[in-house]
T-cell receptor, first 114, second 110 residues
């Protein structure tokens, strides 16, 4: 079946602008995760959804970052007033039920803030 | 705070030359240790999950092992298509997030 999909694959924006990144999880997966990966680093956790609710948002770096999952499927990561330091690959992962299940990753969105 | 350290940072092998990658970890309580493979420009691809010390798992030329402090990914007779970055991650019993190491970049020359 289809894997996790993310759009856009690349996003270039200017400092101070607002961006939205979209994630479509594997069909039937109730858990969804966002991670951020800088060049040469491993992915860093941002937020975890179980269904429609954010079960753990302790990885969000500040209040410019926000994520939603209104219907328990597609999720959108929103970044306000972007900064050059936000440039990274944003990865989405989903798992069947949550904690004990394997997380399967999408291809990522490469965000570049000029 | 959970921590994962991978070594070496980069490894070059000749085709057929077996070797091992190391993942050292500290975690409050281990629920699982995960190995992923990541190709350039792509997301991590799941390889293995290990849950308890002494456990081993194999897939083709790869074998993962786990102790109470570290995990090894053994690569037997590697091929050029095994070239990738290998990521190790831990999941603590206290949550669901994965904490990743920085990865080992493996290059296998023909």
């Amino acid at each position: 079946g289809a894997g996790v999909s993310q759009t856009p694959s690349n996003k270039v924006t200017e400092k101070g602008k607002y961006v939205e990144l979209r994630c479509d999880p594997i069909s039937g997966h109730t858990a969804l995760y966002w991670y951020r990966q800088s060049l040469g680093q491993g992915p860093e956790f941002l937020i975890y959804f179980q269904g429609t609710g954010a079960a753990d948002d302790s990885g969000l770096p500040n209040d410019r970052f926000f994520a939603v999952r209104p219907e328990g499927s597609v999720s959108t990561l929103k970044i306000q007033r972007t900064e050059r330091g936000d440039s990274a690959v944003y990865l989405c992962a989903s798992s069947l039920r949550g904690i004990i299940d394997t997380q399967y990753f999408g291809p990522g969105t490469r965000l570049t803030v000029l | 705070e959970d921590q994962v350290t991978q070594s070496p940072e980069a490894l070059r092998l000749q085709e057929g030359e077996s070797s091992s990658l190391n993942c050292s970890y500290t975690v409050s309580g281990l629920r699982g240790l995960f190995w992923y493979r990541q190709d350039p420009g792509k997301g991590p691809e799941f390889l293995f999950t290990l849950y308890s010390a002494g456990e081993e798992k194999e897939k083709e030329r790869l074998k993962a092992t786990l102790t109470k402090k570290e995990s090894f990914l053994h690569i037997t007779a590697p091929k050029p298509e095994d070239s990738a970055t290998y990521l190790c991650a831990v999941q603590a019993t206290s949550g669901s997030r994965l904490t990743f190491g920085e990865g080992t970049q493996l290059t296998v020359n023909p």
